[in-house]
């Protein structure tokens, strides 16, 4: 019973509580951007397949509307994981650093930032 009182129902025996949240918070959001990005489209096309002949009537009409929502969803899963995952933040920022070195072609040309 002890134990129980002092571990204050984390897991991992200390200070996780907090990121636990963050990640299901993450996981929450990511989840309900892909259902209303996507479930559209999986509908429609459980449709068609029941009904193939409404294909031609209704994709012409909806079909530029579902695929600019997957691609806004996209873009908005960028936007969620830079705003809920520092990791996500750092580990970009180094993987831009090493692809646009841009601070270090400039000193090989003899280009002196003043700061």
Not at 74 to 81: K, R
């Amino acid at each position: 019973m002890r134990l129980n009182e002092d571990s204050g129902g984390k897991r991992g025996g200390g200070g996780g509580g907090g990121r636990t949240d963050r990640t299901t918070r993450m996981l929450v959001a990511l989840l309900g951007l892909f259902l209303a990005t996507e479930l559209p489209q999986a509908l429609f096309g459980l449709l068609t397949a029941i009904a193939p002949h409404l294909f031609q009537e209704c994709y012409y009409a909806f079909g530029e509307v579902m695929d600019l929502m997957a691609l806004v969803g996209s873009a908005v899963n960028f936007v969620l994981y830079c705003s809920m995952s520092r990791q996500f933040r750092n580990t970009f920022r180094r993987l831009g650093r090493k692809l646009l070195p841009l601070g270090r072609q400039s000193s090989e040309f003899g280009i002196v930032r003043k700061t």
